[in-house]
């Protein structure tokens, strides 16, 4: 499917269930963010890494080591993610597919995310990583799907756009926990 995949992490969200910036909670001493970025530059295959702020931007700068990765702000975030994957797969140029993961999930292992590039296959224009058959994250996008981005609108992600495409599912429940990171409660669990 692809030859040169970019890595595109949305963290652009308010975090209105967590009553604050999510990304910046932290797990053994690292903030969610953190533990992401670290996630995908353990696979080298991943050139660029574009993380997308929105809201909070300048206090997650400020506090999480964004290195070498490409940051881009969505001004209109608050429209959801749409707007996010917009404003991320814009900033990776001209790449042949677009691994995207999620600020809140920093349990999703580097095992993982080179796993959905591992089932890249030719007749395929996305990969859909499952955990115990639901869909969740990361997500691999061909190049027909990224040419369809820019006119995705509202609160929806990949799902709704992966609808009209030839994508290919491979199980990793077995591989990590996809829990994302909402509320206070749900990191208490992984803190305590």
Same mark, same amino acid.
């Given at each position: 499917?692809?030859?040169?995949?970019?890595?595109?992490?949305?963290?652009?969200?308010?975090?209105?269930?967590?009553?604050?910036?999510?990304?910046?909670?932290?797990?053994?001493?690292?903030?969610?963010?953190?533990?992401?970025?670290?996630?995908?530059?353990?696979?080298?295959?991943?050139?660029?890494?574009?993380?997308?702020?929105?809201?909070?931007?300048?206090?997650?700068?400020?506090?999480?080591?964004?290195?070498?990765?490409?940051?881009?702000?969505?001004?209109?975030?608050?429209?959801?993610?749409?707007?996010?994957?917009?404003?991320? *797969?814009? &900033? /990776?140029? =001209?790449?042949?597919? #677009?691994?995207? !993961? @999620? %600020?809140?999930?920093?349990?999703? $292992?580097?095992?993982?995310?080179?796993?959905?590039?591992?089932?890249?296959?030719?007749?395929?224009?996305?990969?859909?990583?499952?955990?115990?058959?639901?869909?969740?994250?990361?997500?691999?996008?061909?190049?027909?799907?990224?040419?369809? *981005?820019? &006119? /995705?609108? =509202?609160?929806?992600? #990949?799902?709704? !756009? @992966? %609808?009209?495409?030839?994508?290919? $599912?491979?199980?990793?429940?077995?591989?990590?926990?996809?829990?994302?990171?909402?509320?206070?409660?749900?990191?208490?669990?992984?803190?305590?």
């Amino acid at each position: 499917m692809s030859d040169r995949v970019g890595c595109v992490v949305l963290a652009a969200g308010g975090g209105r269930r967590f009553g604050g910036p999510k990304q910046l909670a932290e797990v053994g001493g690292r903030t969610l963010l953190g533990l992401v970025l670290d996630h995908a530059r353990a696979v080298p295959a991943l050139e660029p890494l574009v993380v997308v702020l929105g809201a909070h931007a300048a206090t997650i700068r400020a506090r999480v080591a964004l290195g070498d990765a490409r940051v881009v702000e969505a001004p209109d975030w608050a429209e959801g993610q749409a707007a996010s994957l917009r404003a991320g *797969v814009a &900033a /990776l140029g =001209g790449v042949d597919a #677009a691994l995207v !993961l @999620l %600020a809140d999930q920093p349990f999703i $292992t580097p095992q993982v995310i080179a796993g959905a590039l591992d089932h890249a296959a030719d007749g395929y224009d996305a990969v859909r990583t499952t955990y115990g058959g639901r869909p969740g994250h990361p997500v691999l996008l061909g190049r027909p799907v990224l040419e369809a *981005v820019p &006119a /995705l609108q =509202g609160d929806v992600g #990949a799902r709704e !756009l @992966l %609808a009209r495409f030839r994508v290919r $599912t491979w199980e990793a429940g077995q591989l990590c926990d996809p829990t994302d990171i909402d509320t206070p409660d749900q990191l208490e669990v992984y803190t305590s």
